[in-house]
């Protein structure tokens, strides 16, 4: 686990820890430069294992060559510039009216840039030291780091927790068992709509009509969206929707309070005293207020089915190839996919509404863009370089003016500098 000093860390050993009959590990490494936060939470990761009866073994390193060295699979979870550059991608952009946000907008794509070079120098380094290792990535922004991966070559897979997390919602308000429910899960990581609700698998009854009309302002409210919307849709937006269907009244919001990047550094900085109880041996209730609900489950899940062979059906984000004709083969989207040695293959999906089509579209060539901007290389020149950052945020729906594409280019190049190789 690259990130493994991350303070969510727990939440994902515990899901392991549970879950070892379908994922039975021998050995799980943390990977962090943070040698004093590994040497936290890597304990508490052994005294989970032991209280719930895991026979694996846990142990951790700051040598990324040697925590790879055999592993079966690799999960990325880390974080370029901490909380600290976080808190930057989520403030700047506020400045010029627009979102400030990690994984959408002008902070969005400062993420991108930081984080793309270096998930492709430790992917590459796990490819020389072990080619047949899948690559589970959920780093965020998970579609434009996943697309970097694949174009690369590298047998990766992106997970984004959107999906399980309705699933395990509408299994609830159902209720019936999470794994009855099939959803109709379609669009880009972060940039999703639940276009149906199927009890017992793809060719089951749709029962999303009834879910909006008994729960619609249960539904509405986790999305901090109006029921009305809802209803007038007639599908389910992922939360992540709302930074484009409400960016004004978002933009108010997030000027009027703290950053969320200030909220879970005050929350990591009491996990982190909770994590050094040589007592505790289970995951803290704060860890909950963290935020990646059932990431445990899907990685897991995910993981399973990869080394497996298993050919399940889950939702993750792959190259496209089709699935969706009005986007390039390469775009990466988020849908449901059979997952198997061969890694994620698409299902069928039913042609998108134009309403949501568009929206999918204008995306998809932001991510194009973004990805570009990420892969320049120290010879382009900062002139090129700033072109490129220029022409991803004017593509970008939630910008695409030139005054604020030009006032968002330089401040993400001035609070970014040191991650851009070409600045």
């Known amino acids: 686990m690259v990130g493994g000093g991350s303070t969510y860390t727990p939440e994902l050993i515990d899901g392991f820890a549970r879950l070892r009959d379908a994922l039975p590990l021998e050995e799980l490494v943390l990977i962090d430069p943070a040698a004093d936060r590994l040497e936290l939470i890597g304990g508490l990761a052994r005294r989970i294992f032991a209280k719930q009866g895991h026979p694996g073994r846990v142990s951790w390193t700051s040598d990324l060559d040697a925590g790879v060295d055999g592993a079966s699979a690799v999960l990325l979870q880390l974080r370029v510039g901490g909380q600290a550059a976080r808190n930057q991608d989520e403030t700047w952009p506020l400045d010029c009216g627009c979102v400030g946000q990690e994984t959408t907008g002008a902070g969005g794509l400062a993420k991108a840039l930081r984080t793309v070079p270096v998930v492709l120098d430790i992917a590459e380094r796990v490819r020389r030291r072990n080619p047949d290792a899948w690559i589970v990535d959920f780093t965020n922004p998970v579609g434009i780091v996943t697309r970097a991966l694949l174009t690369a070559g590298h047998r990766a897979v992106g997970l984004c927790n959107v999906a399980i997390g309705f699933q395990r919602k509408f299994a609830k308000l159902l209720d019936v068992a999470p794994e009855q429910v099939y959803l109709d899960h379609v669009g880009l990581n972060h940039l999703t709509w639940e276009r149906g609700v199927r009890i017992g698998g793809p060719e089951g009854e749709n029962v999303l009509p009834r879910l909006i009309a008994e729960h619609g302002e249960a539904i509405a409210a986790d999305l901090h969206m109006p029921r009305t919307l809802v209803d007038r849709l007639g599908v389910v937006p992922s939360y992540y929707l709302r930074y484009f269907y409400e960016h004004d009244a978002?933009?108010?919001?997030?000027?009027?309070?703290?950053?969320?990047?200030?909220?879970?550094?005050?929350?990591?900085?009491?996990?982190?005293?909770?994590?050094?109880?040589?007592?505790?041996?289970?995951?803290?209730?704060?860890?909950?207020?963290?935020?990646?609900?059932?990431?445990?489950e899907a990685a897991v899940s995910l993981t399973s089915s990869l080394l497996g062979d298993t050919g399940d059906v889950q939702v993750?984000?792959?190259?496209?190839?089709?699935?969706?004709?009005?986007?390039?083969?390469?775009?990466?989207?988020?849908?449901?996919?059979?997952?198997?040695?061969?890694?994620?293959?698409?299902?069928?999906?039913?042609?998108?509404?134009p309403l949501y089509a568009g929206l999918t579209s204008h995306v998809t060539a932001y991510e194009h863009l973004a990805l570009r901007a990420a892969l320049l290389g120290a010879d382009a020149g900062e002139k090129a370089g700033r072109r490129a950052v220029f022409e991803a945020l004017l593509a970008h729906p939630l910008i695409g003016q030139i005054e604020y594409a030009d006032q968002l280019t330089d401040a993400l190049i001035a609070h970014n500098r040191e991650h851009l190789a070409w600045a």
């Open 250 to 296: 978002v933009v108010r919001e997030l000027k009027s309070k703290p950053s969320r990047a200030a909220e879970v550094a005050a929350i990591e900085k009491e996990l982190l005293g909770l994590y050094g109880d040589p007592a505790l041996d289970e995951k803290p209730e704060l860890l909950s207020k963290r935020g990646g609900a059932f990431y445990s």
């Open 316 to 353: 993750v984000n792959t190259f496209n190839k089709g699935t969706l004709p009005f986007l390039p083969d390469d775009a990466v989207i988020e849908v449901p996919a059979a997952v198997g040695a061969g890694g994620a293959t698409p299902l069928p999906v039913a042609p998108l509404e």
